[in-house]
């Protein structure tokens, strides 16, 4: 690119799918994902079986966007010292210094995040909420953009601590990876023949650029109708039996942004029921709690969302 050249939301996006899929096939759904979530400023648990490539996705993204990437292995030895960095007094300076700790980077890749305890899980919380950490008592900003990419495993339950339901709810997105295809598998199997390493992957969006992106997604209009309906629909999932705890504002307010970023991604500077709707599943998945009666049945969630959708009524927009 040429010194000054303007470049449109599409190509920039159009760049950022066909970067991170030279080293991801077949995961077009998850990149949007991440794409929707880094517009909406959001963070992202992306929650499959070992061997998926949800690291990859993670390393693949932070790559084509040239920010500064740091993964955080979550062990059990982890202290939250270790994330949020410590003061220790200095000789030199006669001074207390602060030693930055691994959060203070743009993109952070918390690696199998519950298998720490919950007191260095929740040193996460003010970082994802108010992009800051604040450590004896002083504050320090995190470097902007910053977004947290998490990773679990959902069948592996020994020396694991569950996520707090305060913790579920910093995370704009859950993203489930899944199998490939036949089809897929084969191109996977191809591609390794001859493998690109993730390393290698150039940077196709400046950071201004990003800024860009996610200023102008800021712009697109939710009306009056829309937030009536996204209104509707967080009441319902506080009044069904089913569920012990329905979505808070804050999972509300997380299904518009989410659903503004979808119609940014389509094209479009409005945002139309099917942006919402498509956004559900992702954006409150990870937020419902169902009774012990209830999430017996795998596809509870499944069922409880198309429940919702039928259930509710959906605005006519002029």
């Given at each position: 690119m040429n010194p000054g050249e303007k470049r449109y939301p599409d190509d920039l996006l159009k760049k950022l799918r066909a970067n991170i899929g030279q080293v991801l096939i077949g995961k077009q759904e998850a990149i949007e994902l991440l794409l929707n979530a880094l517009l909406c400023h959001g963070h992202c648990l992306i929650e499959d079986v070992p061997g998926v490539g949800k690291t990859t996705l993670a390393h693949a993204f932070a790559r084509s966007l040239g920010l500064d990437f740091q993964?955080?292995?979550?062990?059990?030895?982890?202290?939250?010292?270790?994330?949020?960095?410590?003061?220790?007094?200095?000789?030199?300076?006669?001074?207390?210094?602060?030693?930055?700790?691994?959060?203070?980077?743009?993109?952070?890749?918390?690696?199998?995040?519950n298998r720490s305890s919950p007191k260095t899980q929740s040193s996460l919380l003010e970082a994802m909420q108010e992009g800051q950490v604040t450590v004896d008592g002083q504050t320090y900003p995190l470097p902007q953009p910053f977004m947290v990419l998490a990773t679990q495993n959902p069948i592996e339950f020994a020396g694991t601590f569950p996520l707090p339901e305060a913790q579920l709810d910093r995370f704009l997105l859950r993203i489930h990876l899944g199998y490939p295809s036949p089809t897929e598998e084969m191109a996977i199997l191809q591609q390794h023949l001859t493998p690109r390493m993730v390393q290698e992957l150039p940077a196709v969006v400046t950071q201004v650029e990003i800024t860009a992106l996610q200023q102008t997604c800021a712009e697109v209009l939710a009306s009056e109708p829309i937030l009536e309906y996204i209104t509707r629909l967080v009441a319902w999932t506080r009044v069904q039996e089913s569920i012990t705890l329905g979505i808070s504002p804050r999972g509300g307010i997380a299904l518009m942004q989410a659903a503004r970023a979808k119609a940014f991604l389509a094209g479009r500077t409005f945002v139309i029921p099917d942006d919402v709707q498509s956004m559900l599943e992702p954006v409150w998945s990870h937020r419902l709690v169902l009774r012990p009666e209830a999430a017996l049945d795998r596809t509870a969630l499944a069922k409880l969302f198309g429940r919702l959708i039928r259930e509710t009524k959906i605005p006519t927009l002029s």
């Amino acid at each position: 690119m040429n010194p000054g050249e303007k470049r449109y939301p599409d190509d920039l996006l159009k760049k950022l799918r066909a970067n991170i899929g030279q080293v991801l096939i077949g995961k077009q759904e998850a990149i949007e994902l991440l794409l929707n979530a880094l517009l909406c400023h959001g963070h992202c648990l992306i929650e499959d079986v070992p061997g998926v490539g949800k690291t990859t996705l993670a390393h693949a993204f932070a790559r084509s966007l040239g920010l500064d990437f740091q993964r955080i292995q979550f062990t059990p030895d982890v202290l939250p010292s270790d994330i949020t960095g410590y003061t220790v007094y200095d000789l030199k300076q006669g001074a207390m210094t602060f030693h930055p700790g691994a959060i203070m980077s743009q993109i952070i890749l918390a690696d199998e995040i519950n298998r720490s305890s919950p007191k260095t899980q929740s040193s996460l919380l003010e970082a994802m909420q108010e992009g800051q950490v604040t450590v004896d008592g002083q504050t320090y900003p995190l470097p902007q953009p910053f977004m947290v990419l998490a990773t679990q495993n959902p069948i592996e339950f020994a020396g694991t601590f569950p996520l707090p339901e305060a913790q579920l709810d910093r995370f704009l997105l859950r993203i489930h990876l899944g199998y490939p295809s036949p089809t897929e598998e084969m191109a996977i199997l191809q591609q390794h023949l001859t493998p690109r390493m993730v390393q290698e992957l150039p940077a196709v969006v400046t950071q201004v650029e990003i800024t860009a992106l996610q200023q102008t997604c800021a712009e697109v209009l939710a009306s009056e109708p829309i937030l009536e309906y996204i209104t509707r629909l967080v009441a319902w999932t506080r009044v069904q039996e089913s569920i012990t705890l329905g979505i808070s504002p804050r999972g509300g307010i997380a299904l518009m942004q989410a659903a503004r970023a979808k119609a940014f991604l389509a094209g479009r500077t409005f945002v139309i029921p099917d942006d919402v709707q498509s956004m559900l599943e992702p954006v409150w998945s990870h937020r419902l709690v169902l009774r012990p009666e209830a999430a017996l049945d795998r596809t509870a969630l499944a069922k409880l969302f198309g429940r919702l959708i039928r259930e509710t009524k959906i605005p006519t927009l002029s």
